[in-house]
């Protein structure tokens, strides 16, 4: 049986990573992910996502905080990178702490992957209680940041009715790059999540897709919000990456206990899957891609493409 660090291996292969790309998720792997696979007690889970372009790659990892911050000292010295990088590795444990958490996720993304200029990152992501005010200052100061917090505390009404989540409203996590933007002191991105469930499957739709609009991105369709609705999701998950500019990308994240309707949520934005590259791909990931455990929106400066998240087993 393969490893699930092999499975991410063997997916990098097939969407066809660059050299660099490859290296660097190499590292990761290597100093991270198979590292926490041995003491399998402090591993809270791991999962693998892919857009359906079949240009972008995350695999993460979440384990205890401890854990967290002297894996990710690994790799930032195996990949030898500058002293302002390993400050910024220090901040996980300043956020640990100011959030009370036990739960840091550790990511690599590639992107951009088959391009003239493919990309890789490393972060991190601290889940835990985090107040407003805190957030304010952990992410860049813009005025996407105001919109973020006014469209997450204001009421908004769903078919008439006013409706809320389920518990109060506030960031679930705080993250951002560890690898730092050409020539700056400063990371590339932080990042904002939340998590929450909602009464109705209209409310967790509707709430997700509401930050493309508070923050200035591409409308979700009709027909979009139509297949959205009958994957029946029954969480909605966000992250939001901002740099000094302001927002730079959006990931909205359905989970859904159903089969989840990829296929529909494409084509009702016009996005043409090569559904046998697709299968191909997506099958190292220990399924077709329409038995994913989560769907993605992700919206940045080029548009809006779908992603799937597969959960991987970590083990010895």
């Not at 919109?147 to 989540?165: K, S």
């Not at 029954?234 to 989970?255: K, Q």
Request: one cysteine or more; proline letters at 3%; a negative charge.
């Amino acid at each position: 049986q393969r490893s699930s660090a092999d499975i991410i291996r063997q997916t990098a292969q097939e969407l066809h990573a660059s050299a660099l790309q490859k290296e660097l998720l190499e590292a990761w792997l290597a100093c991270v992910f198979e590292v926490a696979a041995m003491d399998y007690s402090t591993v809270l889970g791991a999962a693998l996502t892919i857009t359906a372009d079949m240009t972008s790659l995350r695999a993460s990892v979440a384990t205890a905080s401890a854990s967290a911050i002297r894996l990710t000292r690994a790799v930032l010295q195996q990949c030898g990178v500058p002293s302002p990088a390993q400050i910024e590795a220090e901040k996980i444990l300043d956020l640990t702490q100011q959030c009370r958490s036990h739960k840091v996720e550790l990511w690599c993304d590639l992107t951009e992957i088959g391009s003239s200029t493919p990309k890789a990152d490393l972060g991190y992501s601290v889940r835990g209680r985090i107040a407003w005010s805190l957030a304010d200052v952990w992410m860049p100061q813009s005025a996407d940041q105001d919109a973020v917090r006014d469209y997450c505390l204001e009421d908004r009404r769903v078919g008439g009715a006013t409706v809320a989540p389920q518990r109060e409203l506030a960031p679930s996590a705080l993250g951002g790059s560890l690898l730092l933007g050409g020539g700056s002191s400063r990371p590339r991105r932080r990042s904002l999540d939340f998590e929450t469930t909602f009464d109705s499957v209209e409310s967790g739709v509707s709430f997700g897709l509401g930050f493309f609009k508070a923050l200035g991105f591409e409308q979700p369709t009709d027909a979009l919000v139509k297949a959205l609705h009958e994957s029946q999701p029954s969480r909605t998950a966000v992250r939001i990456v901002m740099g000094d500019d302001g927002a730079s990308e959006i990931e909205v994240g359905f989970s859904s206990t159903t089969k989840l309707a990829l296929k529909n949520v494409s084509q009702a934005f016009g996005f043409r899957i090569n559904e046998e590259a697709l299968n191909r791909v997506w099958s190292v990931a220990g399924g077709g891609y329409e038995s994913a455990a989560v769907l993605q929106l992700v919206a940045n400066a080029t548009g809006i493409v779908p992603a799937v998240g597969f959960r991987l087993m970590v083990a010895k």
